[in-house]
Each structure stands twice: as structure tokens, then as C-alpha cells.
């Protein structure tokens, strides 16, 4: 038999800035709800599983997973949940299917980040407690270390780096669950206030509110539950090494790990059979390093690339057409949520405006953030 997983339900609680009149608890119900439905589900009593993606530090709460299956109508159903983007929560869920002790497995990521007041403390908590911790200093300088070290090891300038916020912000205008749209000029990025240098104020992603849930099935039911399944081909993931001091600053590692594993699962043997991509970019310069990380472009090209208008939703390789997390906003664990949405959207070919003429097979990737060096690459494939 197949082992084949589709997503076949998809629903949100969209991004909003700050939501002071509703609690997590009503965002993931919310979108929960949108996802069943959206997935023709009977009862939420038919999902076998649950998989939810939270960082107890984030969340302020210990063994978050208690918090989790009201909201789902998960009460007395396995919960699995991992510190992860929302990217390796669908790559789980699918692994979960694929052990063939489950046909339905329902995904959850949500960010209250306008709760969080001293998120660069918490974030300070995963640097070395000997080297780098006792700096005390906002650990956002470890990005701008790495985009200087990326711009003089590629030679890639700060106008193109700028180009990608253009371009991103631009694409989130067509995008209804955009923040952060907006019609900036390059100059106009240039000219952003310098936070960690080389880094800039327009450089960086903004976190928002707002909560995801999908819902994957084994292909023996999911043909029952939606008509347009986007499957899920390959899923891979890596960890470089989270030291400062022992990470590899000259290649990410694990963006091209994730992909060759992903690659490998999907039995395709290139990047040039995908229509699109939905890349992180957290910090601009990230979404070049990750480009050139998977291989879909080579050392120093994807600059130049983008400042050419390649990667335009018009250009040869459409990168997020969404308007990724520089014109959504960052949803802590729940970003790869925006790729994700994004990619189901193209592939069922409902996303308006935006809409692709040629959507057939997309990949996203997604980084867990400073300090991490570890990624998730999933490839999906649209309705046959």
C-alpha cells in the first residue's frame, strides 16, 4: 500500500500585530475549526493525532503540551509536541501517518508574541552560558555578524540585500494576511536605522499574532476528504553545530542537509523541477544564504539574482510570493505556517492575484533562529 500524506485541511487565526482581546486558547480554536471544516471532517473525533509546535520559554508555561488539546478537541488523544518550527511539525505528522498507526494527524503553531516582553532575554538563554551569555548584550549581534561575514565571503552587496525587502514587501501587498506590506525603495531600506551593523531596522522581520492548524491524511483517505490534496513529498531536517565558536559561518549546512534529504525522500534530483519556493527570511541577507544554501543558486549569484528580478513573482524562480516573514510578520514557531499556507494556496490554485499560471511543485524551508543552525526543508507536490 501507498504511504503516501496529503494536507487536506488548512485554517488560521490571521496575523495581527498585537491581539490584547483574545487569548492563544481562541486563536488556535479558531483556526482549528477552519481547518476541519476546510478538511470536511465528520467530528474532530476522527483525527488519530495531534502534533503541536511550542518552546516552553516562549509560551511562559512548562510542558505546554497540557495546554494544547482543548482547543483541538484533543482531550484523551496522543499529543506530540516538539520544539520546532511548524515546518517539522507537519514533517512529524507525517511520519506519524507513515508508521501506519495513523490515518489523520492534526498540526498546531500559534505565536502571542505581543505577550512576550523581554523576548531577546529569552532568546539570550540559548547562547553558550560560558562564552557568550555573560556579554549580556541583545543577541541579535550574532545576525549581524553573519551578514557581514556573508556579504564579504559571497560579495554580496548591501543593495542586494536591500532588493529582497523590496521585493518582499511588495509581494505581502497581494497577500490579505499581510502586516508588514508595504512599496519601499531600495534607498529607502538603505536609510533604515542600523540595529546590529551591518544589519538594519528594514532588514529585520517583525513578530506578530496568530495561530495555524492543518490537518494531514494517508492518501487511502485523503482523496475522501479533499478533493484538491497537496502532498507532502519529502521532509528533511539538520542541526549544525549552536556554538558560536564551532558552527560552520562558511556554508549553511543545514539548509543544504534538509534539502538533499528532502530531495532524496521526493526522488527528484534538482531544484529546477519546482515552480516556487517560500524561503525564511527573517533577516533579509538570510533569504540569499538559504538560496544559495540549498543550491538552488551558487556561491554569490543569488544577490545578483534577486537584483535582477529573478526572483520575482514573474521571474524564472518566484521566491516568497507570500511576501514571507518581512511582509507577513514573524509568528515565532508558527512561521513556516505562512510557506506552508502559501504553497497549499498555489497548489490548489486559490490564491488570487498572486496566483502562479504554473503551480505544480513547491518547496519551503525554515530556520528555528538566532542562535540556531538548524532547518527544515519540505517538498509538496499539487493535486493529480
Same mark, same amino acid.
Given at each position: #500500500?501507498?504511504?503516501?500524506?496529503?494536507?487536506?485541511?488548512?485554517?488560521?487565526?490571521?496575523?495581527?500585530?498585537?491581539?490584547?482581546?483574545?487569548?492563544y486558547?481562541? #486563536? !488556535?480554536?479558531?483556526?482549528?475549526?477552519?481547518?476541519?471544516?476546510?478538511?470536511?471532517?465528520?467530528?474532530?473525533?476522527?483525527?488519530?493525532?495531534?502534533?503541536?509546535?511550542?518552546?516552553?520559554?516562549?509560551?511562559?508555561?512548562?510542558?505546554?503540551?497540557?495546554?494544547?488539546?482543548?482547543?483541538?478537541?484533543?482531550?484523551?488523544?496522543?499529543?506530540?509536541?516538539?520544539?520546532?518550527?511548524?515546518?517539522?511539525?507537519?514533517?512529524?505528522?507525517? /511520519?506519524?501517518?507513515?508508521?501506519?498507526?495513523?490515518?489523520?494527524?492534526?498540526v498546531?503553531?500559534?505565536?502571542?508574541?505581543?505577550?512576550?516582553?523581554?523576548?531577546?532575554?529569552?532568546?539570550?538563554?540559548?547562547?553558550?552560558?560560558?562564552?557568550?551569555?555573560p556579554?549580556?548584550?541583545?543577541?541579535?549581534?550574532?545576525?549581524?555578524?553573519? /551578514?557581514?561575514?556573508? #556579504?564579504?565571503?559571497?560579495?554580496?552587496?548591501?543593495?542586494?540585500?536591500?532588493?529582497?525587502?523590496?521585493?518582499n514587501?511588495? *509581494?505581502?501587498?497581494?497577500?490579505?494576511?499581510?502586516?508588514?506590506?508595504?512599496?519601499?525603495?531600495?534607498?529607502? !531600506?538603505?536609510?533604515?536605522?542600523?540595529?546590529f551593523?551591518?544589519?538594519?531596522?528594514?532588514?529585520?522581520?517583525?513578530?506578530?499574532?496568530?495561530?495555524?492548524?492543518?490537518?494531514?491524511?494517508?492518501?487511502?483517505?485523503?482523496?475522501?476528504?479533499?478533493?484538491?490534496?497537496?502532498?507532502?513529498?519529502g521532509?528533511?531536517?539538520?542541526?549544525?553545530?549552536?556554538?558560536?565558536?564551532?558552527?560552520?559561518?562558511?556554508?549553511?549546512?543545514?539548509?543544504?542537509?534538509?534539502?538533499?534529504m528532502?530531495?532524496?525522500?521526493?526522488g527528484?534530483?534538482?531544484? *529546477?523541477?519546482?515552480?516556487f $519556493?517560500?524561503?525564511?527570511?527573517?533577516?533579509?541577507?538570510?533569504?540569499?544564504?538559504h538560496?544559495?544554501?540549498?543550491?538552488?543558486?551558487?556561491?554569490?549569484?543569488?544577490?545578483?539574482?534577486? &537584483?535582477?528580478?529573478?526572483l520575482?513573482?514573474?521571474g524564472?524562480?518566484?521566491? *516568497?510570493?507570500?511576501?514571507?516573514?518581512?511582509?507577513?510578520?514573524?509568528?515565532?514557531?508558527?512561521?513556516?505556517?505562512?510557506?506552508? &499556507?502559501?504553497?497549499?494556496?498555489?497548489?490548489?490554485?486559490?490564491?488570487?492575484?498572486?496566483? &502562479?499560471?504554473?503551480a505544480?511543485?513547491?518547496?519551503?524551508?525554515?530556520?528555528?533562529?538566532?542562535p540556531t543552525?538548524s532547518?527544515? !526543508?519540505?517538498? $509538496?507536490?499539487?493535486?493529480?
Amino acid at each position: #500500500m501507498s504511504d503516501k500524506v496529503a494536507i487536506v485541511g488548512v485554517g488560521i487565526s490571521r496575523p495581527q500585530k498585537e491581539t490584547p482581546d483574545i487569548s492563544y486558547k481562541e #486563536m !488556535v480554536y479558531e483556526a482549528a475549526v477552519s481547518s476541519y471544516n476546510d478538511a470536511a471532517l465528520a467530528s474532530h473525533r476522527d483525527i488519530d493525532g495531534f502534533v503541536t509546535c511550542a518552546e516552553d520559554f516562549l509560551e511562559g508555561t512548562s510542558i505546554f503540551d497540557e495546554y494544547t488539546p482543548d482547543q483541538l478537541g484533543a482531550v484523551q488523544k496522543p499529543v506530540h509536541t516538539i520544539c520546532g518550527d511548524f515546518l517539522h511539525g507537519l514533517a512529524i505528522a507525517t /511520519m506519524k501517518i507513515k508508521t501506519g498507526l495513523m490515518d489523520i494527524v492534526a498540526v498546531e503553531a500559534h505565536s502571542k508574541a505581543s505577550n512576550i516582553k523581554t523576548y531577546y532575554h529569552i532568546v539570550n538563554y540559548a547562547l553558550d552560558p560560558v562564552w557568550n551569555r555573560p556579554l549580556n548584550v541583545n543577541p541579535y549581534y550574532v545576525a549581524g555578524l553573519e /551578514m557581514r561575514y556573508f #556579504m564579504n565571503n559571497t560579495n554580496t552587496s548591501e543593495e542586494e540585500i536591500a532588493q529582497v525587502v523590496v521585493k518582499n514587501k511588495k *509581494n505581502a501587498l497581494h497577500n490579505d494576511l499581510n502586516c508588514f506590506g508595504a512599496s519601499v525603495s531600495r534607498k529607502e !531600506v538603505l536609510k533604515s536605522q542600523t540595529t546590529f551593523s551591518p544589519l538594519r531596522e528594514l532588514h529585520m522581520s517583525k513578530h506578530v499574532d496568530g495561530a495555524f492548524v492543518f490537518v494531514l491524511a494517508h492518501e487511502s483517505v485523503a482523496k475522501k476528504l479533499q478533493k484538491n490534496p497537496v502532498w507532502i513529498t519529502g521532509c528533511g531536517w539538520s542541526s549544525d553545530s549552536p556554538t558560536l565558536e564551532t558552527r560552520n559561518w562558511d556554508e549553511c549546512e543545514y539548509a543544504k542537509r534538509s534539502t538533499y534529504m528532502a530531495l532524496k525522500q521526493a526522488g527528484l534530483k534538482n531544484l *529546477n523541477q519546482f515552480d516556487f $519556493f517560500e524561503i525564511d527570511d527573517t533577516f533579509a541577507y538570510k533569504e540569499l544564504q538559504h538560496l544559495e544554501g540549498i543550491g538552488l543558486y551558487e556561491k554569490g549569484s543569488a544577490g545578483k539574482a534577486c &537584483l535582477n528580478g529573478d526572483l520575482n513573482t514573474d521571474g524564472k524562480t518566484p521566491v *516568497n510570493i507570500s511576501g514571507g516573514t518581512l511582509g507577513v510578520g514573524a509568528l515565532l514557531e508558527a512561521s513556516g505556517g505562512i510557506r506552508a &499556507l502559501e504553497i497549499v494556496k498555489q497548489l490548489r490554485g486559490d490564491s488570487g492575484k498572486r496566483q &502562479l499560471q504554473k503551480a505544480k511543485r513547491a518547496l519551503a524551508l525554515s530556520w528555528r533562529g538566532i542562535p540556531t543552525t538548524s532547518g527544515v !526543508v519540505l517538498t $509538496f507536490e499539487g493535486p493529480k
